[in-house]
């Protein structure tokens, strides 16, 4: 009965309000330039605008493609439609989905773990809200009176909690891991030495993309046939 519940009124429920509140989200992006177009007449030079998306889609096209496949597992469908709504996916939305189903005792991508990531997700953007809100107020001033030391330590938060994050799925999967670590450290290194610079921008997507995939392999590969690791 859950899982019916789940399939048949949940999920297409939560299809609806994702994607009406994705289009409201996109509606809203463009909504400033619209009204500086149509009340003030403000438009900018077609070549400048397509200067501009060429050099924002080359820096950051590649996570349009990367992100979604990544975080998927993790978040579950509600979760991604949340996480690209919200904003700050890696270093707050998913840590917090990947947390509360660990906490929660579930596995990521089971329609259970997906329900947790849901919940974990929307107490994250809660609280990010509330927290975001006093930074705003506060935060110049109380950044300005910590020392430089403590300022240049934040810029390792988040190689920090992605660390921590790849103990917590690696000791379930220690052989997946160490492979995926191994091979990793192989492409950057790869990378580094100029491998790749036939690819255009090889540097900004390789090493994420092709880590995903060949981890995606493996794990169907290796699928059914061994128990995983303990």
Not at 100 to 105: E, T, V
Not at 106 to 124: F, K, L, R
Request: with cysteine; proline share 5%; hydrophobic share 55%.
């Amino acid at each position: 009965m859950n899982k019916d519940y789940f399939e048949n009124e949940y999920m297409p429920q939560m299809h609806r309000i994702g994607k009406l509140t994705g289009f409201l989200g996109v509606v809203l992006s463009f909504a400033p330039a619209a009204v500086l177009a149509v009340v003030y007449g403000l438009l900018p030079n077609p070549a400048a605008l397509l200067t501009a998306f060429i050099a924002a889609a080359s820096a950051f096209g590649f996570l349009w493609v990367v992100e979604p496949i990544s975080y998927f597992t993790v978040l579950g469908p509600v979760g991604t439609y949340m996480a690209f709504l919200s904003g700050n996916i890696s270093n707050m939305r998913v840590p917090c989905a990947s947390m509360a189903q660990i906490s929660a005792g579930v596995e990521p991508g089971s329609d259970e773990g997906s329900i947790i990531a849901t919940i974990g997700m929307a107490t994250s953007i809660v609280i990010n809200v509330s927290v975001l809100t006093i930074g705003v107020i506060l935060g110049s001033s109380v950044l300005s009176m910590l020392p430089a030391s403590v300022t240049e330590a934040l810029n390792y938060l988040l190689p920090a909690l992605f660390g921590a994050l790849l103990m917590q799925f690696g000791l379930k999967q220690k052989s997946l891991a160490g492979t995926m670590l191994v091979f990793s450290i192989l492409v950057c290194i790869a990378l580094k030495a100029g491998v790749f610079n036939w690819l255009p921008g090889a540097s900004n997507y390789l090493g994420t993309l092709s880590s995903v995939f060949v981890a995606i392999a493996i794990t169907l590969f290796t699928y059914g046939k061994k128990p995983a690791d303990k």
